[in-house]
């Protein structure tokens, strides 16, 4: 089982930026998708960006909400994913959480193989 630690949240003003952090425990094919999902109060679970561990920044997945703001990249050792997230807005206000499958199709249906405990992002 793949423990993943997320860490980087924080408060910030509009327009502002955070980077989030995700390491792993270990790397295993049923966590070569790793991705960022958050979470708000009364709101749907979002899969914002994704990759595969094995691919690299080429498989990257973002939401249409996020696309131009946030980056996700990792470490050359694949055990820390990032999220870089610039021009942050009210709306990206949630919880995140990083969050591992084998395929990215697995990873968006939310059926994941680890999640992490999450880390708040609030914007104001």
């Known amino acids: 089982h793949v423990q993943l630690v997320e860490s980087g949240g924080g408060s910030v003003q509009a327009g502002g930026s955070l980077r989030l952090s995700c390491t792993a425990s270990e790397y295993t094919d049923s966590s070569d998708y790793v991705g960022w999902v958050r979470q708000a109060p009364g709101k749907e679970r979002e899969g914002v960006a994704g990759i595969v561990r094995s691919v690299g920044a080429g498989s990257a997945y973002y939401a249409d909400s996020v696309k131009g703001r946030f980056t996700i990249s990792q470490d050359n050792a694949k055990t820390t994913v990032y999220l870089q997230m610039n021009n942050l807005r009210p709306e990206d206000t949630a919880m995140y959480y990083c969050?591992?499958?084998?395929?990215?199709?697995?990873?968006?249906?939310?059926?994941?193989?680890?999640r992490g405990q999450g880390t708040q992002v609030t914007v104001s």
């Open positions: 969050a591992t499958a084998p395929v990215f199709d697995v990873w968006y249906r939310s059926a994941y193989t680890s």
